[in-house]
């Protein structure tokens, strides 16, 4: 893997995906941030790799409140505007909403450590016809909408919650950017773990709610 040194010394050579996290990180305001500004750090043709950095947060166990929301709803709409071959668009309210740049950064540096292992992952233009035009992308495309949905379920403060749906949204997304059909499967994988998990939790928290009624009946 090339580093940022090299990269620097030779303006031909591509940054890797974790360089290039890296430098959004650098490039973010100090105090607060919103959405907006995340997507003028990545750049706006970049649309893969802001779904990938809106998903690192939930990569480690910190709570933001209102995070998830913010860049799930994102996600869905970026996944969408995909499908239907339309601009991005991101509604002011949500893109000029104002976060604590201090917690959200050093969740995201902690996060780029995990990011490190899922890019040895991932290889590009690998199993290639599941990442074509036609079909294969629709379902790709919507299946990253399912997954930012997913992100946006009121379980933050349950572990794993947001983990599994960040872990899909990650590895669709780093699947469509290089092309391997791999990290899709992965990502398929992680959002199937996903609704498994929500539904467990689902059952146990209806059982639990059905003891309390017998018990106070």
């Excluded at 409140?65 to 913010?70: E, K, W």
């Excluded at 860049?71 to 499908?83: E, H």
């Excluded at 668009?89 to 490190?116: D, E, F, K, T």
């Excluded at 290889?123 to 035009?133: A, D, E």
Aim: glycine share 8%.
């Amino acid at each position: 893997m090339l580093n940022e040194e090299s990269a620097a010394a030779n303006p031909a050579v591509p940054e890797t995906l974790v360089e290039h996290i890296e430098r959004v990180l650098g490039a973010l305001p100090e105090t607060h941030l919103s959405l907006h500004d995340i997507v003028e750090a990545v750049g706006p043709d970049s649309l893969m790799l802001l779904t990938i950095f809106l998903s690192l947060i939930f990569l480690v166990p910190v709570s933001i409140p209102g995070v998830s929301t913010v860049f799930g709803l994102a996600i869905v709409l970026i996944g969408l505007t995909r499908t239907i071959g339309r601009k991005p668009w991101l509604p002011q309210r949500i893109a000029q909403r104002q976060l604590a740049a201090a917690p959200l950064r050093a969740g995201l540096q902690r996060a780029v450590v995990w990011l490190h292992r899922l890019d040895r992952l991932s290889r590009p233009h690998r199993w290639p016809w599941l990442s074509s035009h036609g079909p294969a992308t629709l379902c790709n495309n919507l299946a990253l909408v399912f997954a930012g949905l997913l992100l946006m379920m009121p379980f933050g403060l349950i572990p794993f919650s947001n983990t599994l749906p960040a872990l899909a949204v990650i590895f669709l997304s780093a699947g469509m950017m290089q092309r391997d059909g791999l990290a899709l499967l992965l990502g398929y994988l992680a959002v199937c773990l996903t609704l498994l998990y929500f539904a467990l939790l689902l059952t146990a928290g209806g059982a639990t709610l059905l003891e309390l009624w017998n018990w106070i009946g």
